[in-house]
């Protein structure tokens, strides 16, 4: 029942206010902080959602890009300097202030499986709501995904490998 939103072309640079700043990559897909520099040239995507809950809320959420490089050697190397700008997030606990609403989150420990790289957090006192931020390179493309659901196992990871899967037939 999941649906597209308005299409993603632009880097975000909305962001919340975070505990650890320094974090903002490691939490959310296409930041223009975490890009900045690296050369990319254009990013594109989609938010997936399904209907809200009586409550207002997603029960499924998916922040789905591509974003591009001039060459593949340049995605790679965006991809392979992620793990040390996350280290320093694994495992912290960090508060994230939206729109007035503040909200805690636990960070775990960063799953790398080269050249793809994954990092969970799960939301505090939110019933098992959780996210996970993976992203990989294929050819000159960083696959960049955040998926979030309550009962969240790997599919921000299975998402990216599909991608990468495609991108890799072409």
Not at 37 to 64: C, I, M, R, W
Not at 117 to 126: C, N, P, V, Y
Request: proline share 5%; with cysteine.
């Amino acid at each position: 029942t999941m649906q597209a939103g308005k299409p993603v072309n632009t880097m975000d640079t909305s962001a919340p206010t975070l505990s650890l700043p320094q974090c903002e990559g490691a939490l959310y897909a296409e930041q223009q902080g975490a890009y900045s520099g690296s050369g990319y040239q254009a990013v594109n995507g989609f938010v997936y959602t399904d209907p809200k809950d009586t409550q207002g809320n997603f029960h499924h959420l998916v922040d789905e890009n591509v974003v591009g490089f001039p060459t593949a050697a340049k995605a790679e190397a965006f991809v392979q300097s992620v793990p040390d700008k996350w280290k320093p997030c694994a495992g912290q606990a960090i508060t994230i202030t939206s729109d007035g609403d503040t909200f805690g989150w636990t960070l775990a420990q960063i799953v790398s499986d080269p050249p793809k790289i994954a990092l969970s957090r799960t939301q505090e006192g939110a019933k098992g709501w959780a996210c996970q931020h993976a992203m990989s390179a294929a050819n000159n493309v960083v696959i960049d995904v955040v998926a979030c659901d309550y009962k969240l196992n790997d599919q921000a990871s299975q998402i990216v490998d599909k991608v990468v899967e495609k991108i890799n037939k072409a």
